[in-house]
């Protein structure tokens, strides 16, 4: 078979690649229209769609021209719908030119504020007490041609009102309930004052003793108030003046000793030596706490025995006290006993009078509350009445609103129920993506075919052989038929000029089983140009050199 040296594909041109895809984007786009616009036809009516012209889109890339449908959907309802949707739409035309007319009215009845206390406004009574008002109405009616009734309504909210005049408001609504009625009650007796006062103390020899006063107050806590924490500081100060200039004496002889031994910082033995000293050092500190705390807890216990001492003394005299009092709390006893005696005979009666004035007072205010909730529900129905008629006012004011709100709302007409139709849609062909996926295919068969004409060549100019070049002076390839074995033909390698050069798969006499060349043969390469052979040692060899001039620059690519 033939090698040729294959050509790179020749890449898609980007613009071509976009007018293919819009193209099919429209065509697709065209198409899901015909398929979504569906003709539907109900027991209501029918709703169709029909193509009533097209409209121009000119692509911008390549100027190519598309022309797009344009769609009209057409509702249609059955006759007997379009004779009902006609019916109703007469009787929405009545409904609403009654609720204009009735609105016309409420002009009246809205030209003035709604006054609980005056009743709604009456045109014709407004009219009739004021005989110049009606002059006036007469007048303009007969030359603008305005109703009596609104020239009422206006000149009492221009004028009437900020001339005082009331004549002309009807049905007022009842007063509210009178709060006097629940002020002027009697006031209740919420307290009764007998004539005789109830004892509640009563007289004795004398005061009874809670408490006695021993010779001085017991101590509770000794010492002074830290707890002689600075005479234990001075202590521990003391000591430490001492023991730091002999710690660090110790130290400055341990640093050269160590250093007359030739132990530096840094060695094994000179970090144990420290630590020995560290310990002892800490010892000696920790003693002097211990001394300073040994001093602390002496003059704690000297503090403890000076207290317990006046303490005892304390007790002694409490002990004392404490006799005294309860001989005369004995006495006090006794005078109290008879005392109250007394105050509780005293009290009997006393009870006996607030009983009878206990009695009067709840007669009295029984009858309060009596007048109290007769009143109250005489204020009760009062206000109940004005709400009613404050409730019946604002109905009046708000019913032919409602009724207006009625008309106006009317029947609705019913339109046909289309169903939502589930389309199917044409998914868009990705021209591009087919455009730049065949590049990559192609692309990666020139690749394949590069890479096998590469192995090829790269047998034929050096992978494929022995090198020698002693006697030449230039790379040659061993490359005689008559030093292989097991040769299998594998293809033919054209030139430029057209020459063919047969290309075998082989192994040298000499090489292990395993191994395999490709290349030609130094007698057929000799075919082609003589000057390419050279002989060494009697065994033909293919100058390299020379195999450039037989291919071409189409080898070395």
Do not use: C
Not at 134 to 146: H, K, P, V, W
């Amino acid at each position: 078979m033939g090698l040729w040296k294959p050509d790179p594909p020749e890449p898609p041109n980007p613009m071509a690649t976009a007018a293919a895809q819009t193209g099919t984007n429209v065509s697709t786009a065209v198409a899901n229209s015909y398929l979504g616009n569906v003709n539907q036809v109900t027991p209501q009516g029918n709703l169709t769609n029909d193509v009533t012209g097209t409209y121009t889109f000119t692509d911008p890339t390549n100027g190519q021209t598309y022309n797009i449908p344009r769609w009209t959907q057409t509702q249609s309802l059955t006759p007997q719908g379009q004779q009902a949707f006609n019916n109703q739409q007469n009787a929405q035309v009545n409904l609403s030119g009654m609720a204009n007319q009735q609105s016309g009215a409420l002009s009246n009845l809205f030209a003035t504020p709604f006054n609980a206390n005056q009743g709604a406004f009456n045109s014709q009574a407004y009219l009739q007490s004021n005989p110049d008002v009606m002059a006036a109405a007469i007048d303009e009616q007969r030359r603008l041609g305005t109703t009596l009734n609104d020239f009422a309504a206006r000149h009492y909210r221009e004028y009437g009102q900020g001339e005082g005049r009331t004549s002309g408001f009807t049905n007022p609504a009842p007063a509210a309930g009178d709060i006097n009625l629940l002020n002027w009650l009697p006031n209740p007796n919420m307290q009764i004052n007998p004539t005789t006062a109830e004892q509640f103390g009563y007289g004795s020899g004398g005061a009874i003793q809670y408490g006695f006063d021993p010779s001085g107050a017991i101590r509770q806590s000794y010492g002074n108030q830290d707890n002689f924490e600075a005479e234990r500081a001075r202590v521990e100060q003391g000591l430490m003046q001492r023991l730091n200039p002999q710690l660090q004496l110790e130290q400055q002889r341990l640093r050269q000793q160590l250093a007359d031994q030739g132990i530096n910082a840094g060695q094994q033995a000179f970090s144990n030596a420290y630590d020995v000293y560290n310990r002892q050092a800490n010892d000696a500190r920790l003693a002097v706490i211990g001394q300073g705390g040994v001093e602390q807890q002496r003059l704690n216990q000297m503090a403890q025995a000076q207290a317990t001492f006046e303490n005892m003394a304390q007790a002694q005299g409490f002990s004392q006290a404490q006799a005294r009092a309860m001989f005369n709390n004995q006495a006090q006893q006794q005078a109290e006993a008879q005392a109250a005696a007394r105050g509780a005979f005293y009290n009997q009666a006393a009870q006996d009078q607030f009983a009878q004035e206990q009695a009067r007072a709840q007669f009295g205010n029984t009858a309060i509350a009596q007048l109290m909730n007769m009143r109250n529900t005489q204020f009760n129905a009062q206000n109940l009445l004005r709400n009613q008629a404050l409730t019946e006012g604002y109905q009046q004011r708000a019913q032919p609103l409602n009724e207006i709100s009625a008309l106006l709302s009317g029947s609705q007409v019913q339109q046909p129920n289309f169903r939502n139709i589930a389309t199917n849609q044409i998914p868009t062909t990705d021209v591009a993506g087919l455009i730049n996926q065949n590049f990559a295919q192609q692309n990666d068969i020139y690749k394949t075919g590069l890479s096998s004409w590469n192995d090829v060549m790269g047998g034929i100019l050096g992978a494929g052989g022995r090198l020698g070049g002693a006697a030449l002076g230039n790379p040659a390839l061993m490359s005689d038929r008559n030093v292989k074995e097991n040769i299998d033909p594998l293809g033919t390698v054209f030139s430029d000029k057209g020459d063919k050069l047969p290309i075998y798969q082989y192994s040298y006499k000499d090489d292990p089983a395993s191994t395999r060349h490709v290349g030609p043969m130094a007698q057929d390469v000799e075919k082609v140009d003589p000057d390419a052979v050279r002989e060494i040692g009697g065994v033909k060899h293919i100058d390299l050199n020379r195999m450039g001039s037989i291919f071409g620059r189409g080898i070395h690519a």
